[in-house]
């Protein structure tokens, strides 16, 4: 098996983070948005809550 050397891509700045507390530890989410989307956010939160009340 071959390794190509490619140049790694520098890390890509967040495009928004949301931090909250929770029984004493704190979660901090980065947000990356699909720039060429058709989706909204609001759409994909949507998607997120109605397949976690199908499980």
């Given at each position: 098996?071959?390794?190509?050397?490619?140049?790694?891509?520098?890390?890509?700045?967040?495009?928004?983070?949301?931090?909250?507390?929770?029984n004493?530890?704190?979660?901090?989410?980065?947000?990356?948005?699909?720039?060429?989307?058709?989706?909204?956010?609001?759409?994909?939160?949507?998607k997120?809550?109605?397949?976690?009340?199908?499980?």
């Amino acid at each position: 098996m071959t390794e190509k050397n490619k140049t790694p891509t520098p890390p890509r700045k967040p495009d928004g983070i949301i931090t909250t507390q929770r029984n004493g530890q704190t979660i901090v989410a980065e947000l990356f948005f699909n720039h060429s989307g058709t989706e909204t956010f609001r759409d994909k939160i949507l998607k997120m809550i109605l397949a976690d009340k199908q499980e």
